[in-house]
T-cell receptor, first 119, second 112 residues
């Protein structure tokens, strides 16, 4: 069975602070994908990043960076110099890579971390 | 470019009434389609997925059903709503099972 744990239910920071959102996962699959999604107050889920379990290189995109450590089953997300517009619920998710047969790329989501950035 | 549409955005229904939520995708063909439910303050739970017309798989037993009458149309239904069906329903699509899923704006369903 797959499981994603986001232990931080809520985080509150002041604008320009750096913030790290933690994600720990469990899976028996040897290959898998990890994702981060953002859910702003309007409700839609916005895709941020997908990481293949083969690729442990950290990634940076503007103020966003992701630290994937397979040894600790973690895929943490850092926002540098946070802004009020970063306020949202952030979800970490996991799916197996499919190698054939009937498959559907099922996403297992964590419970989400509510990030509030104050001006 | 591809877009996904969900409607209605908000719905208030009495217990025991029927339900029909619609989701359509534009700009792609033969997408994988998904219905998720998000209860208040919780993560997302996959309800149904479809890899083609008429092909529906259910993840959890429940009061809801799904149908895919056309390639890019996915419908979530119920004959009789329960209080526990309240929540935020999200439709998603992907081009392939290994590709990211992209979500619609969601429907907030309140059961009275």
């Amino acid at each position: 069975a797959q499981k994603v744990t986001q232990a931080q239910t809520e985080i509150s920071v002041v604008e320009k602070e750096d913030v790290t959102l933690d994600c720990v996962y469990e899976t028996r699959d040897t290959t898998y994908y990890l994702f981060w999604y953002k859910q702003p107050p309007s409700g839609e889920l916005v895709f941020l990043i997908r990481r293949n379990s083969f690729d442990e290189q950290n990634e940076i995109s503007g103020r966003y960076s992701w630290n994937f450590q397979k040894s600790t089953s973690s895929f943490n997300f850092t926002i540098t110099a946070s802004q009020v517009v970063d306020s949202a619920v952030y979800f970490c998710a996991l799916s197996p890579t499919e190698t054939g047969g009937t498959s559907y790329g099922k996403l297992t989501f964590g419970q989400g971390t509510i990030l509030t950035v104050h001006p | 470019s591809q877009t996904i549409h969900q409607w209605p955005a908000t719905l208030v229904q009495p217990v025991g009434s029927p339900l029909s939520l619609e989701c359509t995708v534009e700009g792609t063909s033969n997408p994988n389609l998904y219905w998720y439910r998000q209860a208040a303050g919780r993560g997302l739970q996959l309800l149904f997925y479809s890899v083609g017309i008429g092909q529906i798989s259910s993840e959890v037993p429940q009061n809801l059903s799904a149908s895919r009458p056309q390639d890019r149309q996915f419908i979530l239904s119920s004959k009789k709503l329960l209080l526990s069906d309240s929540g935020f329903y999200l439709c998603a699509w992907s081009t392939d099972v290994n590709q990211p899923q992209h979500f619609g704006d969601g429907t907030r369903l309140s059961i009275l």
